[in-house]
């Protein structure tokens, strides 16, 4: 027993401890970057970048007041007192049509064609093809009114309406629009729904269990 506890007593002696600890065990030490870091590298000169983009406005569409006046300077009496004449029907589009001798205008619910038909090119076209199929495209002006349905619809009916009201200007124009096609009142509807069906004939997915 005395052996062995001089042993222990001799390898304690011979450890040496050569680290330096510090008094205050939980305090750490972090060295502080040094703040002398040039100011010019983090200051940015902001310049604000002015842009003059020019952009063609629209032109103004005459305002509907004007065009009140206009039509009904054009037309004393009104629609019904007119004599060339015609009335146009497509779906449920109903449009009346008055022919006058002008400069090719048109004027649909005392507003421009082109804005009341929205620019499309498909019923701008509708509403000129009577007229130029004569050749009368810039020899007349056409004032509408126009109500039901959509505007795919009131364009069929008001080119119906042109093509009858051509007719009673002269009977000769009977055999180019009938040629093309344009006193032909197009009589296809939607077909009703019915009932138990989905829509007209669409009927509900079939199941055998």
Known sequence: MALSVSS???SLSSISF?????????SIS????SKSLPISLFSKTTRSLSIAATVAAPPESEPVENLKKYVKSRLPGGFAAQTIIGTGRRKCAIARVVLQEGTGKFIINYRD????????????????????TLGYEMSYDVFVKAHGGGLS???QAISL????ALLKVSQDHRSPLK????????????ERKKVGLKKARKAPQFSKR
């Open 18 to 26: 050569s680290s330096q600890i510090s008094r205050n065990p939980n």
């Open 30 to 33: 972090i060295p502080q970057p």
């Open 161 to 164: 309406g042109i093509a009858r």
């Open 179 to 190: 040629k093309e096609g344009l006193l032909t009142r197009d009589s296809r509807i939607v």
């Open 113 to 132: 064609a082109k804005e009341y038909l929205q620019g499309n090119p498909l019923w701008l076209q509708y509403i000129k093809v009577p007229l130029v």
């Open 153 to 155: 619809g009131q364009a």
């Open 8 to 10: 222990l007593t001799s």
